[in-house]
Every structure is written in structure tokens, then in C-alpha cells.
């Protein structure tokens, strides 16, 4: 049986963002978008890979699709439970691991991600995996943060304050660049292509999304806790990440700009 190197990491992850349920509102605009530009269509069969609160899974099942997903937070996924409920549609939601899918070679027409495979530690594991269990001709789509921008200028302040990661863990925002995607996704697909989008996150102030991301962000959060006995570092972090927020708002809105691919399975 082989050991997987970053179970512990994963352990944290899924501590980290079991507080991200009051955020789900920020990405279901875009869940909608995702869906629409992947090509969603009824009688599909969809895997919403890092589903988190389930807001894609909820998007494509409306659409018709028969959906699955997975997710490490059993926390994220009991509000995704409920968001399907509420809809009235049926996701097949399941704990697990975007680097060991429990699912069978070629079972999904389309498999997403939002924002959600990106924090696989291992891209080639995580590819592998997402592409194993698409079916020859089926479609992959998923969203992620340019290194460039807000999002990927905000994991970037974190990593500085933050302890370091473990050995061979890629940056999340790697997958936000198009020439790292081409990279990743090789010649196991063809029909590639990019589209960017934003998503906008209404504040009062740079303070007030500060504040807002403090407590529901687990990479934000977790630098908060680390840093509490050294009060000078924290509130360095703190302007820091005031100052970025305020870079990238206009008037009461952070605009977040991410990217969507897409691509077709060979």
C-alpha cells in the first residue's frame, strides 16, 4: 500500500476550508457560467470534481445532468447535500479525493472543477485522475485564478507569511496560466480553449473584505492563526492584504478575475 505524502496536508486543507460556507454565494454566478461554457446538456453524466458547497453540481443537475461529487470537506459537503435538496434536484455526493477518484475508467461525459482541483497538490496526479475517469470524446471544464490577478496575488501574500508547504507541492494559481494548462493537459486533449471571466465580490471597504476573508478563507485564515502571537507580523499581513484588495476595487466591488477552460478528451 503506498503512503500518500500529503495526507497530513490534506487533513489541513479540509480543516482550512470547512469555514468557506458563507462565501458560496460569491461563486454561484460563475457555477452557472462554468456550466454553460462546458456544455452542460440533459442526460449527461457529470462529475463536479472539488465540489465544495455543490454549487456547480446544483447548476448542472438543473440542467438536466446526472451529477455526482466529491469533496475532501464533509462540512462543504453537508451544505451541498442541502443546496440540492433545496433545489430539488439529486446529487450523488461522496468524501474523497481529487487524486484518487473512486470512480471507474471513462464514466463521465463532462468532469468540472471550480476553483476546487487547483489545491491538489500534485497537478500531474490530479490531471491523471480527472482525465482516467472521462470518457474518450468527453469534456473537460473547469475555473481557476491567473497568477496575475487578484486571487493569484492574494495565494501569493499568504505563501510569504504562511509556513512552508510541503516538498513538490505546486502553487494553486499555476493552473490559472494558459501555457501551464497546455502544459498539464498535453495531448490528451484536443479542442482546447480559454475564456476569461469575473467574478465580483461586493465590500464596503478593503477593511470589511479583510475582515470577511479572515474568517472564511482557509488559507487567509490559517496565516490569522499562525501569526497571533506575533502581533507586529500580523498586522503587516493585514495591510498588506488591505493594500491588494484595495488594488483591484472599484467603487464597493473587488473584481476577481479568473479563468475558464475547456477542452475535449481524445
Known amino acids: ?30 457555477a452557472g457560467q462554468l456550466v454553460r461554457f462546458a456544455g452542460v446538456r440533459g442526460g449527461e453524466s457529470v462529475l463536479d470534481a472539488g465540489c465544495g458547497t455543490g454549487v456547480v453540481a446544483v447548476s448542472a443537475a438543473r440542467a438536466g445532468a446526472q451529477v455526482k461529487g466529491l469533496d475532501l470537506s464533509p462540512v462543504l459537503l453537508e451544505r451541498a447535500r442541502w443546496n ?3 433545489a430539488c434536484v439529486e446529487v450523488e455526493l461522496t468524501e474523497g479525493d481529487v487524486e484518487a477518484l473512486p ?7 463532462v468532469v468540472l472543477s471550480q476553483f476546487g482541483h487547483m489545491f491538489a497538490p500534485r497537478p500531474q496526479v490530479a490531471t491523471a485522475e480527472l482525465l482516467r475517469v472521462l470518457k474518450p470524446g468527453g469534456r473537460i471544464a473547469f475555473s481557476t485564478w491567473p497568477p496575475e490577478m487578484y486571487t493569484g496575488r492574494m495565494f501569493l501574500l499568504v505563501s510569504q507569511y504562511a509556513p512552508p508547504p510541503p516538498p513538490g507541492m505546486a502553487p494553486p494559481p499555476q493552473w490559472g496560466d494558459p501555457g501551464m494548462i497546455r502544459e498539464r493537459l498535453g495531448d490528451a486533449v484536443t479542442e482546447l480553449r480559454f475564456e476569461r471571466e469575473l467574478l465580483q465580490s461586493p465590500g464596503l471597504s478593503p477593511q470589511h473584505l479583510r475582515n470577511l476573508f479572515e474568517t472564511n478563507v482557509g488559507p487567509i485564515s490559517k496565516v490569522v492563526q499562525t501569526l497571533t502571537d506575533d502581533p507586529g507580523r500580523l498586522a503587516q ?24 477552460t475547456r477542452a475535449r478528451k481524445r
Open 103 to 109: 470512480y471507474p475508467d471513462a464514466a463521465f461525459d
Open 237 to 260: 499581513f493585514r495591510r498588506e492584504l488591505e493594500a491588494l484588495v484595495a488594488s483591484f476595487m472599484d467603487g464597493n466591488v473587488l473584481r476577481q478575475h479568473y479563468l475558464m
Open 1 to 30: 500500500m503506498t503512503t500518500d505524502p500529503f495526507a497530513q496536508f490534506k487533513i489541513a486543507q479540509k480543516e482550512a476550508w470547512a469555514s468557506f460556507v458563507p462565501l458560496e454565494a460569491l461563486t454561484t454566478i460563475s
Open 84 to 86: 440540492a435538496a433545496t
